[in-house]
């Protein structure tokens, strides 16, 4: 049960912003705890001392934030930790996770060599203009994971004969970028990124372990080696719960 010091508002400020600042410092310090079910709407007004439409405003602000996910019909939970993915030139998945601290990771879900002409996104992949037509393509799907939390799931394709051999490296362990240089490749940059938001499909809800009715970001992208050559066209899905795609022109 949350015990705050009922009713001990500071005069001049909003009372359910001083209620979202109290909630929010109790998760950041861990004294609440992610997927931890808060009391009922009634239950925190009474404890705060204040009407349920003041508390209803408090954490509707805490959705908003991303600190807690409401749920109709079964109540208020702490949130997953919301990390912000940068759109920014060089995608690099290693970079992103540096700064929240925790050991990041791909997990490889499936590696093969396929046909290109079997490649459902063919068409998407053929107005860019940028990919050369080799027969075969390298498709590596992976599961993107900061610390325990999982927070992407990547299909990539590679395009040129070299780099079919990114499907032998990272089944032996080799991440992305060493096994790009490694086969010539030493930098590459995002040309475009486009953005659709869908419901979670039932092997996206078991990957990312989510609940039935969540959304999830598509993040279509095309990446160019330094001759503007495409190298790879990606399909990545973030849950909108847990990542927030972030660009900052310049």
């Keep these: ?27 950041d310090s861990g004294e609440l705890v992610v997927h931890q079910k808060l009391p009922g709407e009634a239950d925190l007004a ?3 001392g204040v009407n349920r439409h003041t ?24 949130a997953n930790n919301v990390f912000d993915y940068e759109l920014v030139e060089r995608p690099r998945f290693s970079e992103w996770v540096k700064k929240y601290n925790k050991p990041g990771h791909n997990q490889i879900l499936e590696a093969e060599i396929l046909l290109l002409l079997d490649l459902p996104e063919l068409p998407r992949i053929q107005q860019y203009g940028v990919f050369p037509e080799f027969p075969r393509v390298a498709m590596v799907k992976t599961l993107g ?11 990539h394709l590679f395009f040129g004969e070299a780099l ?7 089944r032996a362990g080799r991440g992305i970028t060493e096994s790009l240089r490694l086969h010539g490749v030493h930098d590459y940059t995002r040309m475009r990124s486009t953005i659709s938001a869908a419901s979670a499909s039932a092997q996206d809800r078991q990957l990312l372990k989510l609940d039935k009715g969540e959304t999830v970001f598509i993040c279509e992208n095309v990446n160019i080696d330094s001759d503007g050559v495409g190298i790879e066209f990606s399909t990545v899905i973030y849950p909108s719960a847990r990542v927030r795609l972030v660009y900052e022109p310049g």
């Design 46 to 48: 009474e404890a705060y």
């Design 164 to 170: 079919l051999a990114l499907v032998e490296d990272l």
């Design 1 to 27: 049960m949350i015990h705050p010091h009922k009713g001990h508002f500071v005069p001049g400020i909003t009372i359910w912003k001083q209620i979202v600042d109290d909630l929010q410092a109790r998760i």
């Design 145 to 155: 994971l900061v610390g325990e939390e999982p927070i992407s799931i990547a299909r």
């Design 55 to 78: 508390m209803r405003r408090a954490l509707q602000e805490l959705a908003a934030l991303g600190k807690v996910r409401i749920q109709h019909g079964r109540g208020t939970f702490v």
